[in-house]
T-cell receptor, first 111, second 116 residues
């Protein structure tokens, strides 16, 4: 069946360094790839998204890249700050109302 | 702006009890869904709805029922609670793109459920 794999499950980076989280998806029909950030005790919130007709999208310190041939997409956070510590989820969705989430990455920003 | 409202925030049940988790949205979204979040398992889709009167099963539907009588409300019913249903439950709503791809999911704050 459809699947989204996310790596790593835990990531620790020094404050100011970059963090990269990667996801692969199984269904080539996927055409929308959002990333969500979940802070402790809250519901996930969208931080950036990309559609399949775009290879890269950037919003200040965060960027998402998409490789449709390899069926993977990545989240890049530059100049990390303490408030970036959270759990991050990737997701893939496509027609017929389907959406699947990855298992999440817990990001720790070290002082 | 209320967004997606879930009640209750916390609930403790005994095995075999039934209850309903409430979810309401005020964004006129057609697509609504329920997820459960367990440690190391991410967000797993329980049931979803593409509009009033239409519901469908997700990845883990067993033990749960849903209905969608209005655009705004999408309650989740636990028929006979089991310890395996101890989890955090999130409701979400979204618009859909023209090709029925679900768009940005707006999540509620969650309901933390313990079944003893």
């Amino acid at each position: 069946g459809e699947n989204v794999e996310q790596h790593p499950s835990t990531l620790s980076v020094q404050e100011g360094d970059s963090a990269v989280i990667k996801c692969t998806y199984s269904d080539s029909a996927s055409n929308y790839f959002p990333w969500y950030k979940q802070e402790l005790g809250k519901g996930p919130q969208l931080i950036i998204d990309i559609r399949s007709n775009v290879g890269e999208k950037k919003d200040q310190r965060i960027a998402v890249t998409l490789n449709k041939t390899a069926k993977h997409f990545s989240l890049h956070i530059t100049e990390t700050q303490p408030e970036d510590s959270a759990v991050y989820f990737c997701a893939a969705s496509w027609g017929d109302d389907k959406i699947i989430f990855g298992k999440g990455t817990r990001l720790h920003i070290l002082p | 702006n209320a967004g997606v409202t879930q009640t209750p925030k916390f609930q403790v049940l005994k095995t075999g009890q039934s209850m309903t988790l409430q979810c309401a949205q005020d964004m006129n979204h057609e697509y609504m869904s329920w997820y459960r979040q367990d440690p190391g398992m991410g967000l797993r889709l329980i049931h979803y709805s593409v509009g009033a009167g239409i519901t469908d099963q997700g990845e883990v539907p067993n033990g749960y029922n849903v209905s969608r009588s209005t655009t705004e409300d999408f309650p989740l019913r636990l028929l006979s609670a089991a310890p395996s249903q101890t989890s955090v439950y999130f409701c979400a709503s979204s618009y859909s793109f023209q090709d029925r791809t679900p768009g940005i999911q707006y999540f509620g704050a969650g309901t933390r459920l313990s079944v003893l």
